[in-house]
C-alpha cells in the first residue's frame, strides 16, 4: 500500500522523481541548448492523428510497466518527463508515429525489468544535443504545435543542424498539479 501511494505521490507532483542527466550548453532568450547523457528508457509506439489520444494510451501502458507488468513483477519509480517523439505522417491527413517514454530511474539502468506487452520496448538512447523550449501550463493538442513553430521560428537560421524527421515533447507534470506545470519541446541537433 505504501509504494502505491508513494507512486501516486510522486504522479502528483515531480518534484523528487529521477529525471535524465543533461548539461545545458548555452541559454538563449526563447530556448536552451542542452546536452543529455545516453540512457535507457522504456517506451512503446503508437499511431494515430492526435498527440495527446496517442500519448494517453501509451501512458497507461508505460504505467502498467513500472506497476509491475514486467518479466520480473518489479514495481519501478515514476520518473519526469514523460517524453513523445513525434514522426509526423507522410501527408495531411496521414497517421503520425509516437513513441511515448520514460526514463528509467538510475537504480534500474544496467538491468532494467523486461516488459511483458509486446507493445513495451527497452530503447537504449544514445547521447543527444537538443534545442529546448520550456512553457508553462496545461498543454494541448494546439499549445504543443504552436510551441515547436515558435522554437522552430527561433532556430531559423539554424535549421541545417536540426533533425527535420521527428521532434519530442516533454511532460514533467501529472495532470493533478495545477500549478508550477513544466512542459518543453526539444528538437535534436544532427
Request: contains cysteine; hydrophobic residues 30%.
Given at each position: 500500500?505504501?509504494?502505491?501511494?508513494k507512486?501516486?505521490?510522486?504522479?502528483?507532483?515531480?518534484?523528487?522523481?529521477?529525471?535524465p542527466?543533461?548539461?545545458?550548453?548555452?541559454?538563449?532568450?526563447?530556448?536552451?541548448?542542452?546536452?543529455?547523457?545516453?540512457?535507457?528508457?522504456?517506451?512503446?509506439?503508437?499511431?494515430?492523428?492526435?498527440?495527446?489520444?496517442?500519448?494517453?494510451?501509451?501512458?497507461?501502458?508505460?504505467?502498467?510497466?513500472?506497476?509491475?507488468?514486467?518479466?520480473?513483477?518489479?514495481?519501478?519509480?515514476?520518473?519526469?518527463?514523460?517524453?513523445?517523439?513525434?514522426?509526423?505522417?507522410?501527408?495531411?491527413?496521414?497517421?503520425?508515429?509516437f513513441?511515448?517514454?520514460?526514463?528509467?530511474?538510475p537504480?534500474?539502468?544496467?538491468?532494467?525489468?523486461?516488459?511483458?506487452?509486446?507493445?513495451?520496448?527497452?530503447?537504449?538512447?544514445?547521447?543527444?544535443?537538443?534545442?529546448?523550449?520550456?512553457?508553462?501550463?496545461?498543454?494541448?493538442?494546439?499549445?504543443?504545435?504552436?510551441?515547436?513553430q515558435?522554437?522552430?521560428?527561433?532556430?531559423?537560421?539554424?535549421?541545417?543542424?536540426?533533425r527535420?524527421?521527428?521532434?519530442?515533447?516533454?511532460?514533467?507534470?501529472?495532470?493533478?498539479q495545477?500549478?508550477?506545470?513544466?512542459?518543453?519541446?526539444?528538437?535534436?541537433?544532427?
Amino acid at each position: 500500500m505504501t509504494s502505491i501511494l508513494k507512486t501516486i505521490g510522486s504522479v502528483v507532483s515531480s518534484r523528487g522523481l529521477d529525471k535524465p542527466t543533461y548539461e545545458v550548453l548555452s541559454s538563449e532568450k526563447n530556448y536552451e541548448a542542452r546536452k543529455y547523457e545516453a540512457a535507457k528508457w522504456v517506451s512503446t509506439a503508437v499511431k494515430g492523428m492526435e498527440h495527446e489520444k496517442a500519448r494517453s494510451v501509451g501512458f497507461q501502458r508505460l504505467f502498467q510497466y513500472i506497476s509491475g507488468e514486467n518479466k520480473a513483477e518489479t514495481k519501478v519509480e515514476m520518473t519526469a518527463p514523460v517524453s513523445t517523439k513525434i514522426e509526423p505522417g507522410a501527408g495531411p491527413n496521414c497517421e503520425s508515429t509516437f513513441t511515448v517514454s520514460f526514463y528509467i530511474p538510475p537504480e534500474h539502468q544496467e538491468n532494467p525489468p523486461q516488459p511483458k506487452n509486446p507493445n513495451v520496448f527497452i530503447e537504449d538512447r544514445p547521447g543527444f544535443e537538443a534545442y529546448v523550449r520550456s512553457f508553462g501550463g496545461f498543454a494541448n493538442e494546439e499549445s504543443w504545435v504552436n510551441e515547436a513553430q515558435k522554437l522552430s521560428e527561433d532556430l531559423k537560421e539554424k535549421t541545417s543542424e536540426i533533425r527535420q524527421d521527428f521532434w519530442f515533447s516533454a511532460g514533467y507534470n501529472s495532470p493533478f498539479q495545477l500549478f508550477g506545470r513544466t512542459n518543453e519541446i526539444w528538437f535534436v541537433k544532427k
